[in-house]
Nanobody
Framework: QVQLVESGGGLVQAGGSLRLSCAAS????????MGWFRQAPGKEREFVGR????????YYADSVKDRFTISRDNAKNTVYLQMNSLKPEDTAVYYC?????????????????WGQGTQVTVAS
């Protein structure tokens, strides 16, 4: 079992940056693959990126590649989402998710545990 709490969301101007954090409680955080998703009003939940549990290899959706960076600090039980060059279309609630098993592709069903989400609003 793991509990996830996101933080760091807020209002930012287009072109600005934000760093989201996802703190995990529970044991063996390092054994979890971690993902970031987002959901805008009226839209389906969208994959943003993920980071593997052991080698910490990140993988990104095309829409955020070269602007967003995912990292993790297993000593702090935390995964981060650094978001740069933000655009109004990045406005959404951002969620982190965790899975202890293998992750296949980018689908949300891969993940067993979810945080409550944090709102990111990018003003034009």
């Amino acid at each position: 079992q793991v509990q996830l709490v996101e933080s760091g969301g807020g209002l930012v101007q287009a072109g600005g940056s934000l760093r989201l954090s996802c703190a995990a409680s529970g044991r063996t955080f390092s054994s979890f693959n971690m993902g970031w998703f987002r959901q805008a009003p009226g839209k389906e939940r969208e994959f943003v990126g993920r980071i593997s549990r052991s080698e910490a290899i990140p993988y990104y959706a095309d829409s955020v590649k070269d602007r967003f960076t995912i990292s993790r600090d297993n000593a702090k039980n935390t995964v981060y989402l650094q978001m740069n060059s933000l655009k109004p279309e990045d406005t959404a609630v951002y969620y982190c998710a965790a899975r202890q098993g293998v992750v296949v592709g980018s689908a949300a069903w891969n993940y067993d545990y979810w945080g409550q989400g944090t709102q990111v609003t990018v003003a034009s």
